[in-house]
């Protein structure tokens, strides 16, 4: 799961970056974006994609949910990457069952093989501590400001309080600029959270913008440019940790890849 406490630092991009990268190492599993950041439907416009359902609706929807319908409602990208926005209008989300928003939550662990849950701000929101309570590995998305360390401390006080010693999360840091002066081992020592792998995502704001203009990902449009390989980094060593057998087939849903579930009574 990708998480970020401030606005702008670059969770959502980051996460579709990566879920792309896991999803190039097994190009034949079943994967799922889950757009549940801030707004809500960028992961959508950032992949070039537009979505035909969301999670409000599939909720909504919860007795015709599996893999039929949701192999052929939710849009996926040219890899096969599904992407499902938490709601196409705001309003969607009045009168949501939580117990209903967690049976699908658990329908769609069982279908896919790797999902990357994109949460961004909505840390703290009852679906966000529920999938921060239930995740295999976090990524914890920081830039170098004053204001996204203490933010990003927040969530690291959070994820210590909630989880405890089955904690497995690692810092990338986000939009990195070694002229700023704050390296990202000194990020990772504030938020208290070991780096994932050197921690570092570089700022490269134009080669992002070119590839997402041509409706396409860093990680796709321009594989070798240094974003790119950060991502992969990250996502190679994820993948090392979480399903170090390297075979999806023997991982699917409810122990799955990236991130498992466990429906919560």
Same mark, same amino acid.
């Given at each position: 799961?990708?998480?970020?406490?401030?606005?702008?630092?670059? %969770?959502?991009?980051?996460? %579709?970056?990566?879920?792309?990268?896991?999803?190039?190492?097994?190009?034949?599993?079943?994967?799922?974006?889950?757009?549940?950041?801030?707004?809500?439907?960028?992961?959508?416009?950032?992949?070039?994609?537009?979505?035909?359902?969301?999670?409000?609706?599939?909720?909504?929807?919860?007795? =015709? %949910?599996?893999?039929?319908?949701?192999?052929?409602?939710?849009?996926?990208?040219?890899?096969?990457?599904?992407?499902?926005?938490?709601?196409?209008?705001?309003?969607?989300?009045?009168?949501?069952?939580?117990?209903?928003?967690?049976?699908?939550?658990?329908?769609?662990?069982?279908?896919?093989?790797?999902?990357?849950?994109?949460?961004?701000?909505?840390?703290?929101?009852?679906?966000?501590?529920?999938?921060?309570?239930?995740?295999?590995?976090?990524?914890?998305? %920081?830039?170098?400001?004053?204001?996204?360390?203490?933010?990003?401390?927040?969530?690291?006080?959070?994820?210590?309080?909630?989880?405890?010693?089955?904690?497995?999360?690692?810092?990338?840091?986000?939009?990195?600029?070694?002229?700023?002066?704050?390296?990202?081992?000194?990020?990772?020592?504030?938020?208290?959270?070991?780096?994932?792998?050197?921690?570092?995502?570089?700022? =490269?704001?134009?080669?992002?913008?070119?590839?997402?203009?041509?409706?396409?990902?860093?990680?796709?449009?321009?594989?070798?440019?240094?974003?790119? =390989?950060?991502?992969?980094?990250?996502?190679?060593?994820?993948?090392?940790?979480?399903?170090?057998?390297?075979?999806?087939?023997?991982?699917?849903?409810?122990?799955?890849?990236? =991130?498992?579930?466990?429906?919560?009574?």
């Amino acid at each position: 799961m990708v998480v970020a406490g401030s606005v702008g630092s670059g %969770c959502t991009t980051l996460a %579709c970056n990566l879920a792309a990268s896991l999803s190039a190492l097994h190009p034949q599993s079943a994967e799922l974006l889950l757009d549940f950041g801030t707004p809500v439907g960028t992961a959508a416009t950032y992949m070039g994609i537009a979505p035909r359902v969301a999670f409000a609706e599939a909720v909504r929807n919860l007795e =015709r %949910c599996d893999k039929t319908y949701l192999d052929t409602a939710i849009a996926q990208n040219t890899r096969g990457l599904g992407v499902l926005p938490l709601f196409a209008a705001a309003r969607d989300l009045r009168g949501l069952n939580l117990s209903e928003v967690f049976q699908m939550l658990a329908i769609i662990l069982s279908i896919y093989h790797l999902v990357v849950a994109d949460i961004g701000g909505a840390v703290f929101s009852e679906v966000g501590q529920y999938l921060l309570q239930t995740a295999d590995e976090i990524v914890v998305v %920081c830039d170098q400001s004053v204001a996204g360390i203490l933010e990003g401390k927040k969530i690291a006080a959070n994820l210590r309080e909630k989880i405890g010693t089955r904690l497995q999360a690692g810092v990338a840091v986000n939009h990195y600029e070694p002229a700023l002066g704050v390296d990202a081992a000194h990020v990772g020592e504030a938020l208290g959270l070991p780096l994932l792998g050197q921690g570092i995502i570089p700022e =490269r704001r134009l080669p992002l913008i070119q590839a997402m203009n041509g409706g396409a990902l860093a990680v796709d449009a321009l594989p070798k440019d240094a974003y790119s =390989r950060a991502v992969q980094q990250c996502a190679g060593l994820l993948a090392g940790r979480i399903w170090p057998d390297s075979n999806p087939e023997g991982t699917r849903g409810a122990a799955g890849w990236l =991130r498992r579930w466990r429906t919560m009574a």
